[in-house]
Structure formats: C-alpha cells, structure tokens
C-alpha cells in the first residue's frame, strides 16, 4: 500500500538524479576569507533559479506563508569523510531493503524512498551532518525513533515542531528566531501503522522497514531509532527566520477536528457559495489535488483567522473531549 508521490518530491526527485553528490562550488581565493556557516558545515549554498532552490522555496512558502523568512538554501556536499561515509551507507541499505522487497511493487520500488522534514538546532546540526542523529528528537508519542513530516505536509509539521524546538534550542537561538530545518531523503521500505502512545523502538516483525501514523494519507514517518541512522540521509537545510512567538498557526486548527466538522460548523456563518468552495477546495486535497497545508491556507483566505479561532475553540475543543 504505496502513497502517490507528491509533485515536489518527483520533481525534486529528477533534478537529484545522478547529483546526490557535488563537489563543486569551492571558495578557494588568494586571500582565504573566514569560513561562512555553509562551509563550516560542509554545505554548498543554493542560488535562486537552481531547480532544488525554487522547488524548496515554493513548497516552504506554500507550507509556512509569509511568517517565515527564508534565508538561505543549503545543499550537503558530502565533503567530509564522515559524511560520505553516512552517504554510503544510506546507499547500501537502500539496495538491501529494495533486495528484501523485490517484487512487492509500488511506485517508488521495494525501498520507497521518500523525503521528509526535521527541525534542529543550531548546536546539534553539525553533529548530524558529520556523524548523524545521536537521540531521537520528539515527544515520544509514536514509540522511540525519528520522526519526520512528509514533504507536503510542512504546515502540520511546523505548527507543532517550529515552536517547541524553539524553546529546545539556546536562549541565543530562540531569540534571534532562527530555526533549521533538514529535508532529507528517507528509506521506508514497507510501513506499518504505529498508533498514538505506542513504547514501540523496533519493526514489530523483519516485515517492517519504518512506522507511520496512518497509512493513506501520513503525517508522521516513523523512523526506529535502530534504524535512524541508515536509514535517513540530510540533503538540504533550509534557514529561516521567524518571529519569537511562532505559534499563531496552531491555534487555527485542532487535531482532534475532522474538516467535514469544521466545514458543518463554518456553515452556520458563511454563506452556501462559500461553503461550495470550501467543499471543492477539500475534495481537491481528499483526491491528491492540493496538499492538505494549501487546502488550509485557502480556508483560511475564505473565513479569516478570527472565525476559525472562534469555531475551534467553541467546536474543537467538544471534540477532542469526547
């Protein structure tokens, strides 16, 4: 049971093809100036108009509007020896798992590689990059592991992951609003559904590659912390800037309220041309027409912020007693 690519992975998936690694974009001069973050990084700087640069800037702006200034796009360069030992690896255990599920099909082959988005902290990047995630970075709701958002799912992502890192992170990093996020390519191989609460740090059976919250449409992959590091590859960081008090999104939405519900309830304050839109633009995402994060933002362009705040604190808080 494969998900259909996303158009940003696919496409992000043709410009990578035959350039996972590039060693070029040296700096050397005759007067050698003091190394810039990317460099101490091992990290090559994107440039608007590179296809990865404009793919990347168009998803965060879709995912995170306009709260977020991106400043700058980072490729790994993979110039360390740890690094390309890291690279290796993720290579190797790519082939075993597409080995291990020869002949099962789906749209990615048997490893189902996939791309998804992590927050770190300035202190713990360059760490990752050279030697790789040293502990699992959540609230452990979905067992021990890494845990990623799929590349069409920022703004669920951001909304509960932005925020808390901030307050994770140095004083010093929280504020002066930079925040770091990885997209990296991931190895799912063959998922099983990990449920909410689960104390799980392992596949359940050889079956199982990874873990996700749902299977149709996920929100989290669930790397094991067994597996983290094999398994997960950092290919581009992202830097933005944000303000201090990055939690405004996640007032505008409840987990716990379905978007059939929040619809039923808008209807009783917007007009039925309204709502007809707002059903259109959520059969859009329920057919893989729009991401769920631009199904959000066209609602909220429709009802204003003030509504929703009003009808999930009034509706979604009912639901997520009940």
């Known amino acids: 049971m494969d998900y259909a690519r996303t158009e940003f992975q696919a496409s992000l998936d043709s410009e990578q093809e035959g350039s996972t690694v590039s060693e070029s974009g040296s ?6 100036p003091r190394p810039s973050f990317a460099d101490e990084h091992g990290l090559m700087e994107l440039l608007e108009g590179d296809k990865a640069y404009d793919l990347i800037y168009r998803n965060c702006k879709s995912g995170l509007g306009d709260q977020c ?63 790789g995630f040293s502990q699992p970075s959540n609230d452990g709701s979905y067992g021990r592991g890494l845990y990623l958002s799929p590349d069409n799912a920022l703004l669920e992502w951001a909304q509960t992951n932005l925020f808390l890192k901030s307050v994770k992170g140095s004083a010093a990093e929280s504020e002066d609003g930079m925040r770091f996020l990885l997209l990296s390519r991931v190895i799912l191989g063959k998922s099983e559904v990990v449920p909410r609460g689960s104390t799980q740090s392992c596949p359940s059976s050889p079956e199982f590659d990874s873990g996700v919250d749902d299977l149709s449409s996920p929100k989290k992959y669930i790397v094991w912390s067994t597996h983290m590091n094999t398994h997960v590859l950092p290919e581009f960081l992202v830097c933005l800037k944000t303000p201090f008090n990055f939690n405004s999104p996640r007032r505008l939405r409840s987990p716990w309220m379905p978007f059939p519900l929040l619809i039923k309830a808008l209807s009783k304050f917007l007009p039925p041309s309204q709502i007809f839109i707002i059903q259109k633009h959520y059969r859009d995402q329920q057919n893989m027409r729009i991401s769920r994060s631009e199904l959000i933002q066209r609602v909220r362009r429709i009802t204003g912020d003030k509504l929703l705040v009003h009808i999930i604190k009034a509706v979604g808080n009912k639901v997520q007693q009940q």
């Not at 700096?27 to 050698?32: I, K, T």
């Open 27 to 32: 700096c050397d001069s005759y007067e050698q």
């Open 69 to 131: 200034q991106l400043l700058s796009i980072l490729r790994n360069g993979f110039r360390t020896i740890g690094s390309r030992a890291k690279l290796k690896t993720f290579q190797v255990f790519q082939e075993a798992v597409e080995m291990k599920h020869v002949g099962e099909g789906g749209g990615g082959g048997g490893s189902r590689v996939k791309y998804g988005w992590c927050a770190v902290t300035k202190t713990e990047l360059k760490s990752i990059l050279e030697y």
